[in-house]
């Protein structure tokens, strides 16, 4: 088996990407001024994908709009599993922004536990935990904490 992985020709080892997008878009320029801007990473372990997908177009600046480069750059936006994920989207079975902006939050929803002012009024330091460990879990509760009537 090694012999023959070893005997394949140089052919057979180049890599052509495949995007899950209509590959025509790779053939069409990027917007005159355009630079990649920083976007912040999303792993797929934590954090909400729509905010990612909010962040991301907003990283885009200027060029918001233009669906095609979203698709496009979408990926420079993604490590970890979500990358994975993203790679391994069959090629051109994403056809516009929409249906991958689609995808990418039923792939990566997580439920957001909405806490309440009860829940917070019920919040008690465990046996053991420190008070300032504590007082950072409640804080971080509170800054959650949701209204009933909300």
Known sequence: ?????????????KYLPQPPYPSSLLQQPY???YETPTF???????GSPKEH?????DALGPYAGDHNLRLREFLK????????WYTTLAPGSIHSWESLAS???????????RVTTTQL?????????????????FRDLALDCYDEKD
């Open 40 to 46: 912040v990473l999303f792993d797929g372990r934590k």
């Open 1 to 13: 088996m090694l012999e023959k992985e070893l005997s394949r020709s140089q052919e057979d080892w």
């Open 31 to 33: 917007p005159k001024g």
């Open 103 to 113: 995808r990418f939050c039923k792939k990566y929803f997580q439920h957001e536990e």
């Open 77 to 84: 936006s993604l490590i970890d599993r979500a990358y994975t």
């Open 121 to 137: 009024n019920n919040t008690r330091q465990k046996h053991g935990e420190d008070p300032v460990d504590f007082v950072r879990r």
């Open 53 to 57: 997908v909010n962040r991301f177009i």
